[in-house]
């Protein structure tokens, strides 16, 4: 499944149950969204978009945020804290900056409620009505302005017919040593109160063992970096609930407030590493990093091929030490046992290291003011918390771990109108958005570790304020019978406020982070010594949208439009060590993404099959580009521009049989990007986690038997090789893949059974990745699970 793929009716899948009723399977049904603020046949919508009901999400096996871009062609994830921090990459548009205070280019919504922190895009996915995937520049309808596109979950709402629920449990093994095992399970009932009231309570658990097997102190060099060093890693243990409660006094009100927590458990994230080395040119600039071959015992490769020596202290100097004690290893003599396999030995590894707990609360009130004119109102509030840390070197050399922490609270107001005539479908709205957000993060030489003075943290402590003002409004006018002309625009006005400074730190814990009073080391070096940095800006930016749709025939719709997407500029907070960062790359400015596209959709005559296909350009100004060297990194402005298309093919030529095709590819350049911070040497490359082409492929088959359905499917997608570093060195890519998953179930009307397999041939597709050569003589990457055997049942009530 793919762009434009089947979703069912918004409120409930009792779309999908009423096809089924007609031979369809689970992935067939009522194609409706409410991707334009009304509800709509997904064939008549000019967006190229994706929606998935939750039935369709439970047939595909996906439990978690992250899942999803697996599915969607032209939707790549990425993050940091090796997948434990994710975030959307849609038609190439990213934003990699690991620290929380940024937000992403691609929006995020739970049900309504803007996600602006980064690390709450990953979450657990339980008692989910639908999913839609909106590519390119939003914010002409609602919400927060995004450049890249949205993504927007939908919650199982309560209603006042009936009591009704669910159980759900699974358990799997992974194909690992001492084959591990993850279990989960969710459940939710309706409760109706009266005539007017019905509340639902929905709660998920994953409990997942580690499946990284760690073997230190294998290779151990230094001392220990705290008791319980060496955990095994790739674990999870999530508890989250949702309460939601609807009253509805007539016919022309409905108002819902939820209430949701989560509360995530981690062991440090699960990296591992490959032997790296830098080269550099005669003017000591580096331009390129190699995978180290199995003889290599230089630290690094000079103009000239001598050893150009190391800098694992940060300091941005290079020279002694020189070579590697083994060759072919890092700079500790460490070399990875089994390469991407699920065995490593690293030291800075702790069992239950992160700790993640968010919660918020939603109100959305919809009151119908005539026949014609509608009012909608959405308040959210959501606190988000998160710590979490990486072994630096994802090796047993005692060095330096990393860590990231965030404290934030967002609230977001937004008051919507719509309407029609007979002429004109319109909505105008405004919206408000207040995030405060601190966060630490840095470099924590712990216990033990090799470098003079430890234990100690040197990091950054940023806090940064926004204040976000908008009126937006979009006009569909049909002109005439089969013509739809469709304006929108949306002012912005950008207010934030920045504080941060660099310091050091005497903590002595290695759970722990910036415990104590702090030396402030920078960033700004003034006449009275080092302090922090402050400023202040505001910024009045704009979007639209021209389009015009063609209703050919009732089966076929073709779409050409310009769409402006715009998001504000903010700041960097770069953590301290190596070459400085000049004051003036602090502030960056706001991107622009200009959107050139066209699209087609066509279902044939039979109902049967359905074929959709878009082609866009963009052009990039001032793209914020996350640029990571040495060991942090910060966004930077580049102009960039992509080129690309993506087509699928949804049929059901039989009962019971469904077949999805589903490829895209684009052509993106980001032009003249420095490989350092202020360096003299630009270079025009692709945008990190971003791979030209990807296609997947579903095949499902449904029928009746054993008092019930019984099903087959299968999945595959493939990935091209991307770059998870800016510069596209050439050992700073992950490659192509091709990840397949398969399952068999039984169901009737109360219950559903099945067995599933994810990652069937056990490929060891890469997840996300830092370029150290210069650090640690390596790079940190990491990968998904390896194959998983799960066994289910859901139980309807």
Not at 61 to 69: C, I, K, Q
Not at 146 to 160: D, E, Q, S
Not at 545 to 558: G, I, M, R, S
Not at 649 to 675: C, H, I, N, Q
Request: some cysteine; proline content about 6%; hydrophobic content about 35%.
């Amino acid at each position: 499944m793919a762009q434009d793929e089947p979703a069912a009716a918004p409120a409930q899948d009792q779309a999908a149950q009423d096809h089924a009723d007609t031979g369809g399977s689970a992935l067939s049904g009522e194609i409706i969204v409410t991707a334009q603020r009304r509800e709509q046949s997904i064939q008549k919508v000019g967006i190229a978009i994706t929606a998935y009901s939750g039935e369709q999400l439970r047939a595909l096996n996906v439990t978690d945020s992250r899942e999803l871009a697996g599915l969607t062609p032209g939707v790549h994830l990425g993050g940091a804290l090796a997948g434990q921090n994710s975030q959307y990459t849609i038609r190439g548009v990213t934003q990699n900056d690991f620290n929380d205070i940024v937000e992403a280019p691609n929006a995020v919504y739970l049900d309504d409620g803007y996600i602006a922190i980064g690390q709450g895009q990953t979450f657990a996915l339980f008692d989910i009505d639908r999913v839609e995937v909106l590519k390119g520049p939003q914010g002409t309808l609602f919400g927060r302005n995004a450049t890249g596109g949205l993504v927007r979950y939908i919650t199982r709402k309560p209603n006042l017919d009936k009591v009704e629920g669910f159980v759900d449990v699974n358990y799997g093994l992974y194909d690992s040593l001492s084959t591990p095992g993850a279990f989960h399970g969710e459940a939710a009932i309706n409760l109706p109160m009266g005539s007017m009231m019905a509340t639902r309570f929905a709660v998920m658990w994953n409990k997942a063992q580690p499946w990284l097997r760690n073997e230190y102190p294998a290779g151990a060099v230094g001392g220990s970096p705290g008791p319980g060093a060496g955990a095994n890693m790739g674990d999870d243990d999530t508890l989250a609930g949702r309460m939601t409660t609807l009253f509805e006094p007539n016919d022309s009100a409905r108002v819902l407030l939820s209430v949701n927590a989560a509360r995530t458990r981690m062991a440090t994230a699960p990296y591992q590493q490959k032997p790296t080395i830098g080269v550099f040119n005669s003017a000591g600039e580096l331009v390129n990093v190699l995978n180290a071959g199995p003889n290599e015992t230089r630290a690094s490769i000079a103009a000239d091929g001598s050893d150009g020596g190391s800098d694992p202290g940060n300091t941005g100097s290079f020279g002694a030490p020189f070579g590697r004690p083994v060759p072919g290893g890092d700079f500790f003599g460490y070399k990875d046992p089994d390469g991407s396999g699920p065995r490593t030995s690293s030291d800075f590894a702790f069992r239950d290291h992160g700790r993640v707990r968010t919660w918020g609360v939603n109100l959305n009130g919809e009151f119908d003011l005539s026949d014609s004119v509608k009012l909608a109102a959405v308040s959210d509030y959501k606190h988000f918390y998160k710590i979490a840390f990486v072994d630096t070197d994802s090796g047993p050399g005692n060095q330096s771990g990393v860590y990231q922490g965030v404290r934030a609270s967002t609230f977001s107001q937004e008051v919507r109108l719509s309407g029609k005539t007979d002429l004109v479908d319109w909505t105008a709205g405004l919206y408000y958005l207040h995030i405060k957000a601190n966060s630490r993060s840095g470099l924590k030489f712990p216990v033990g570790s090799v470098v003079p003075g430890a234990p100690f943290d040197v990091g950054a402590d940023a806090t940064l304020k926004t204040n976000s003002y908008s009126a937006f409004g979009q006009l569909d006018w049909h002109i005439a019978p089969q013509l739809t002309l469709i304006t929108g625009a949306r002012i912005i006005r950008e207010q934030k406020d920045m504080s941060f400074f660099q310091g050091i730190w005497g903590t002595t814990d290695s759970r722990e982070t910036q415990i104590g009073t702090p030396i402030v080391i920078g960033p700004i070096f003034g006449p009275n010594g080092p302090t922090g940095y402050s400023d202040k800006s505001k910024k009045t930016l704009w979007a639209g949208k021209v389009q015009l749709d063609f209703q050919v025939n009732p089966d076929l719709l073709l779409y050409a439009g310009i769409n402006r997407g715009v998001k504000a500029g903010s700041y960097n907070a770069p953590v301290p060590g190596g070459l400085p960062v000049p004051t003036s790359a602090l502030p960056y400015k706001a991107e622009t993404l200009t959107n050139y596209e066209s699209g087609i959709k066509y279902t044939f005559p039979d109902g049967k099959t359905r074929f959709n296909a878009s082609a866009f350009y963009y052009d990039y100004k001032n793209y914020q580009a996350f640029l990571f060297s040495g060991v942090g990194g910060i966004v930077i402005n580049a102009d960039a521009r992509t080129i690309g298309g993506e087509a699928n093919l949804f049929t059901s030529p039989v009962r019971g049989l469904d077949v999805g095709l589903a490829v895209s590819y684009f052509d993106a350049k980001v032009k003249d990007v420095p490989l350092r911070a202020g360096g003299p040497i630009s270079r025009d490359v692709q945008p990190n986690y971003a791979p030209p082409l990807q296609g997947s492929a579903i095949l499902r088959y449904e029928w009746e038997a054993l008092g019930g359905k019984l099903s087959v499917q299968g999945d595959a997608s493939y990935t091209d090789p991307f770059f998870y570093n800016l510069r596209n060195f050439d050992a700073d890519k992950f490659g192509r893949t091709v990840m397949v998953n398969a399952g068999l179930g039984w169901s009737n009307e109360s219950w559903e059974l099945n067995f599933r397999i994810r990652n069937l041939t056990n490929v060891h597709q890469g997840v996300q990745g830092f370029d150290l050569a210069t650090f640690c003589g390596c790079n940190e990457v990491s990968y998904k699970p390896p194959r998983f055997f799960q066994l289910g049942a859901r139980y309807n009530f």
